[in-house]
């Protein structure tokens, strides 16, 4: 059993609404003019900074013009998160009939993965809809621009002590450890493993992107994991669609986080620089391009990205279409469905397209049954996208050493996980069955003969398997209220499956899972550490099968590793240079149907056994064999 880390779950309550705001370092107002086009009317940022012929751009998509409010996030030269508020109001004729501006700032990102940006979203709102009246009356600019301005030599505007934020992660300790090529490499030793966690003494805030989680779990459905398996393969994953662009910045954001790297695991992956998390780029436009050329795998990385742990991959949204016909510049394109499209019958899915064919990916078989647990499961845990009608919300923080991102939970009623999605009081109804069934792969005729085995086997009882199954997908959610960090795996699904104590499990408590401090574990948090639990499962498993190989060759492993490394360098920057020979056949990794199985994987697809082949290759350098499910029957195999 791995060791636990050590973190405080402790959920405190606020008494009143209250959080610290991040200091910006500019401050500006967009106005579209009918000749001229976007415009910068005001701007205020600090000296060193210029934010000419971008922020217009990037604070209003394409599309904004057809809806009539929305929030945008973006990324600014790599360095500043972009927060605007835009605003489409009425006007005179000779303006036809339309002002539409934004009021935007840019925060440093060393505050986190967002810079916390979303905390001025009720500010910039505000000073959106004041502006709207006229345009031309700028003082209520200037007074927020004083008043939350970054001053260098004020020791507030830096980020919070014990974040897991960039900047933060730079100051901590480092450890250095020799990669397998002989290598010395560097790592941060305080990476957020439970990045759904607040740090001490903050208050959570209500416009926090991982609260749209349950959308995003409701949105793609059992698509949720081919999406979340390639950003674990550190995929360039480029999400079009339509204004309003809110949403899609959310997904971007539930992606990276949901795909970020345990630290229990940075010193068993040989891969360096090790991309510890997904770079978010939120939203792009075709002004980006050069920014959205970066980051293939086969590339050499930017120093500045490798530090931050974000050397390979990025997702991104955007409303400009034509990114879509670049196939150059991403490795996965997501198409989503307009917003409109929420109530269809039959459900209007996402479209996931990978590369080098342009054929729809699909959701495995297994992918759907751990969905339909997942949803199941997650019905113990109250949500923090529900909100009460109320303008002082009761919120409650986590406290978390060491994590940069935020979580919160309501301690009302609990919800249903299709009203914990509903944003603005939509209902969004559940997909059914037949409707999943567009988006999965059709069972393999090695599948349906194992089943058809199967049932001839225990004479058409009750499967235990499938119970075996369900019960092991479960236990990823288990002892989320043990002093277990949620996104650790000091427990494995085995041994977590043998309590039902706190485990928000199909057994558990329907008023919710009780953590360590006696508060609520939220239905963010738990979303988090599933994801983060199912990636140490994977990965870890593959790791155990990699050193016991290595083992198994004796004298020769110690070369096998350090050629297979060598090798991995090489193919970042020539993936295609002839690996199919001799010497390279010798460091085959071998992977069978009890390994796939433990990993949480469908032993009948051929996408799962790709993707485990293609994770081996990428963490460790080293070609896989992915042997199928098979059937013996006294000793004798039937399949």
Not at 31 to 37: C, R, T
Not at 355 to 370: E, H, I, S
Request: glycine share 8%; net charge negative.
């Amino acid at each position: 059993m791995a060791p636990a880390n050590r973190h405080s779950l402790h959920l405190d309550l606020p008494n009143a609404y209250s959080e610290a705001q991040p200091h910006i370092v500019a401050l500006f107002l967009i106005l579209f003019d009918a000749k001229a086009g976007y415009t910068i009317a005001w701007k205020r940022s600090v000296p060193e900074l210029d934010i000419t012929d971008s922020v217009e751009y990037k604070s209003l998509p394409s599309g904004l013009h057809n809806v009539e409010k929305d929030t945008v996030y973006f990324v600014h030269n790599d360095q500043y998160a972009g927060i605007s508020s835009f605003i489409n109001g009425k006007a005179a004729e000779s303006e036809r009939h339309a002002l539409m501006l934004a009021v935007g700032a840019l925060i440093p990102l060393s505050y986190g993965r967002l810079g916390k940006s979303w905390r001025h979203v009720e500010g910039l709102r505000a000073l959106a809809n004041e502006l709207v009246k006229d345009p031309s009356n700028t003082d209520a600019l200037e007074g927020y621009w004083q008043e939350h301005q970054d001053h260098k030599d004020d020791s507030a505007a830096g980020p919070t002590p014990g974040e897991g934020s960039p900047s933060a992660m730079r100051g901590n300790r480092r450890r250095s450890i020799s990669s397998p090529n002989g290598q010395p490499r560097t790592r941060n030793r305080a990476v957020s493993s439970a990045s759904a966690l607040a740090p001490p003494g903050q208050t959570l805030s209500a416009h926090h992107p991982a609260l749209s989680l349950s959308t995003f779990l409701d949105t793609f459905g059992p698509l949720v994991f081919p999406l979340y398996k390639a950003a674990l393969l550190r995929k360039r994953i480029l999400l079009v669609g339509q204004a309003p662009v809110e949403a899609a910045c959310n997904f971007v954001y539930s992606i990276s986080i949901l795909s970020t790297l345990p630290s229990t695991l940075h010193s068993l992956l040989p891969l360096s620089p090790l991309p510890t998390r997904l770079r978010p780029l939120f939203s792009v436009g075709v002004h980006d391009i050069p920014t959205l050329s970066t980051g293939s795998r086969t590339s050499q990385p930017a120093e500045s990205l490798a530090t931050e742990g974000q050397a390979y991959g990025w997702v991104a949204c955007t409303t400009d279409d034509i990114l879509g016909l670049k196939a150059h510049l991403y490795d996965t394109l997501v198409t989503l469905a307009p917003s409109h499209a929420s109530q269809a019958q039959p459900k209007a899915w996402p479209r996931i397209q990978g590369k080098p064919t342009a054929v729809n990916v699909k959701a495995t078989q297994r992918d759907a049954r751990r969905y339909r647990g997942l949803r199941h499961d997650l019905q113990h845990y109250h949500s923090a996208s529900w909100r009460p009608p109320s303008s002082l919300p009761h919120l409650v923080r986590y406290t978390d050493e060491g994590n940069d991102n935020e979580a919160t939970t309501s301690l009302l009623p609990l919800p249903s996980l299709e009203e914990a999605a509903t944003a603005d009081g939509e209902a969004v109804s559940a997909p059914s069955a037949d409707d999943e069934q567009t988006v999965l792969e059709p069972q393999s005729w090695s599948a349906l003969a194992y089943n058809s085995f199967m049932w001839w086997a225990s004479a058409g009882e009750k499967r235990t398997d499938l119970e075996e199954e369900s019960e092991y997908d479960s236990a990823l959610l288990a002892h989320l209220g043990s002093s277990t960090a949620p996104g650790g795996e000091a427990h494995s699904p085995s041994i977590m499956r043998r309590g039902s104590g706190g485990g928000g499990g199909r057994g558990g408590s329907e008023e919710g899972v009780i953590d360590g401090g006696g508060g609520v574990v939220g239905f963010e948090m738990a979303v988090i550490a599933y994801f983060h639990r199912f990636t140490a499962l994977i990965l870890r498993t593959l790791s155990e099968v990699v050193d016991a190989q290595d083992d198994d060759e004796g004298g020769s492993s110690s070369s096998s590793v350090s050629g297979g490394s060598e090798l991995h360098q090489q193919g970042r920057s020539d993936a295609d240079d002839g690996r199919g020979s001799r010497e390279e056949e010798e460091e085959v990794v071998e992977i069978n149907g009890d390994d796939m199985s433990k990993m949480g994987l469908d032993v009948w697809s051929e996408r799962d056994r790709a993707f485990v082949e293609e994770l081996v290759d990428f963490y460790w350098g080293r070609k896989a064999r992915v042997l199928g499910g098979r059937v013996e029957c006294c000793g004798v195999r039937v399949l």
